[in-house]
């Protein structure tokens, strides 16, 4: 059996969908910024962008390994914890595109979903409490929905 081969096509495809999912927590940076009130545009503003490195950190650190490791049908286990297994220059089974690459794609909805959080909170949140709040969710909320649906969770189990 011959060893997978990078389809450059699929990656390419991938990398320009990572760019532009990762585009849109800016754009509602904008969005929920143009929506409050004076006082609190800058607050509002940050709050989304805040999300794209404090998720990023937490789905590296265990989010994705959470979503998308070989645990049971609720959650992952911790293989991937960290990014350390050997995911660099491994292509991502059954798609034909790197590992990381993978790891990259997901991580922006994982960031976009935090952003989208932050209008029903704008104006009503400390900064500092909305951090905490991100992190927390990314792991303990989203991680766990993601592998139910794309993971081999149960949801993806019934088709």
Not at 47 to 68: C, E, K, N, P, Y
Not at 97 to 110: G, I, K, R, S
Not at 125 to 141: G, N, Q
Request: one cysteine or more.
């Amino acid at each position: 059996m011959a060893a997978a081969q990078l389809d450059t096509g699929d990656t390419a495809w991938i990398l320009t969908s990572t760019a532009l999912v990762l585009l849109m927590t800016p754009g509602l940076a904008f969005f929920y910024g143009g929506l409050a009130r004076e006082g609190h545009v800058l607050n509002t503003m940050m709050m989304s962008l805040i999300s794209m490195g404090v998720v990023a950190i937490a789905w590296s650190a265990v989010g994705f390994s959470l979503a998308f490791g070989n645990g049971g049908p609720l959650i992952g286990d911790l293989l991937h914890a960290g990014l350390h297994q050997e995911l660099d220059g491994q292509l991502w089974a059954p798609h034909k595109f790197p590992a990381l690459l993978f790891v990259a794609f997901q991580m922006c909805f994982a960031v976009v979903g935090a952003a989208i959080i932050s209008g029903s909170v704008a104006e009503r949140m400390r900064f500092s409490a909305w951090i905490l709040f991100i992190a927390l969710w990314s792991v303990i909320v989203y991680a766990p929905i993601c592998h139910w649906v794309w993971g081999g969770g149960w949801i993806e189990k019934l088709g």
